[in-house]
C-alpha cells in the first residue's frame, strides 16, 4: 500500500493539493498539510498538481 505524503522542506502551504482532493482527505493548516489516510484514496491528483513536488506517494509499511 502506498502512503501520501507532504515534504515540509517543500511545501508552499498554497492550497492547490487541498482544493484538489476528490474525498477531502487533506487539510491546510498555517504550517502543514495534514493526510487523513483512511479517507484518502491514493489517486495521485495532488501529486500531480502541487507546483513544487511536495506531495508524493511513498511505499507504506503494510
Known amino acids: 500500500m502506498m502512503a501520501l505524503e507532504c515534504d515540509k522542506s517543500k511545501c508552499l502551504y498554497c492550497g492547490a493539493c487541498v482544493g484538489s482532493c476528490p474525498v477531502e482527505a487533506l487539510t491546510l493548516y498555517s504550517s502543514?498539510?495534514?493526510?487523513?489516510?483512511?479517507t484518502c484514496t491514493e489517486c495521485g491528483i495532488c501529486v500531480t498538481l502541487c507546483p513544487?513536488?511536495?506531495?508524493?506517494?511513498?511505499?507504506g509499511s503494510e
Not at 498539510?33 to 483512511?38: L, R
Request: proline share 0%; hydrophobic share 45%.
Open 52 to 59: 513544487v513536488g511536495a506531495m508524493t506517494l511513498g511505499g
Open 32 to 38: 502543514w498539510i495534514e493526510v487523513d489516510h483512511d
